[in-house]
């Protein structure tokens, strides 16, 4: 009997600390969208969906995450994004996308919009790197794809990516650095959308257009201040606007 009521404690004094655990508080963080853009970006007539970027499970989560090594990753502890990263990606891009002006109607993928062109984002590196010394390093990068629909033939493909070093070892400096890469990777992304079709609607012209698409020279890759190899002393502690 006494060790009945001794396994019962010890059950629920570990439910305690579950429970207690679960509410301990969570400091919340989010990411900002573009506002600001270059004047010379064209107005097009055609409707985007955005789908939700497609991220590998340790960055699809609303934790934050940092990377030790190359091959070794963690989270920051009891601190995390204000949703999902790829699901906050998403909404940033669409934000950033209506604050253009330059675009009839943009959308998330699963609202019931008949779009033109589907911007398909992959969330490939979202993490702060620890690896190369001094504060972390955010480490931002995109790949994206352009499918003109409905016949989904892709028109496009480009790879943005950014470092930012963070101004000090602190959570809410490095997510200051993280809205600094991030917001120069969705700026680009945005004018290579607005700016890779036509501004009138989709027509056969497009369609004949593939081979140009298909062309590897064809296929944007912009990449700025991330480390090469061992040598991260070009990484800023800003980024360009």
């Known amino acids: 009997m006494m060790r009945f009521a001794a396994a019962a404690a010890a059950l629920l004094l570990g439910g305690c600390a579950l429970i207690q655990a679960a509410e301990e508080p969570t400091n919340l963080y989010q990411v900002t969208p573009k506002s600001t853009f270059d004047p010379d970006l064209p107005s097009v007539r055609w409707q985007l969906a ?7 499970a340790n960055l699809n989560t609303g934790r934050i995450a940092i990377a030790h090594s190359p091959t070794s990753f963690d989270y920051y502890a009891k601190t995390a994004w204000t949703d999902r990263a790829p699901l906050m990606v998403q909404t940033r891009i669409v934000d950033s996308f209506e604050n253009s002006r330059k675009i009839i109607a943009v959308a998330r993928e699963s609202i019931a919009l008949v779009p033109n062109y589907l911007l398909q984002p992959d969330l490939r590196n979202f993490e702060a790197m620890y690896y190369y010394g001094g504060p972390p390093i955010a480490h931002v990068r995109i790949v994206a794809k352009l499918v003109q629909m409905p016949d989904r033939q892709i028109i496009g493909e480009a790879t943005f990516e950014r470092c930012v070093r963070a101004r000090a070892d602190k959570v809410p ?20 959308t607005l700016r890779t079709p036509s501004p009138r ?13 298909r062309n590897p020279a064809n296929v944007v890759v912009d990449s700025t201040n991330c480390p090469v190899g061992s040598d991260s002393s070009m990484v800023p502690v800003t980024d360009e606007p």
């Open 50 to 56: 955005v789908e939700v970027p497609a991220a590998a």
């Open 201 to 213: 609607l989709p027509t056969e012209q497009t369609a004949a257009d593939i081979s140009k698409f």
């Open 173 to 192: 400096k490095v997510v200051e650095a993280f809205d600094q890469a991030l917001g120069s990777v969705i700026k680009r992304l945005v004018a290579w």
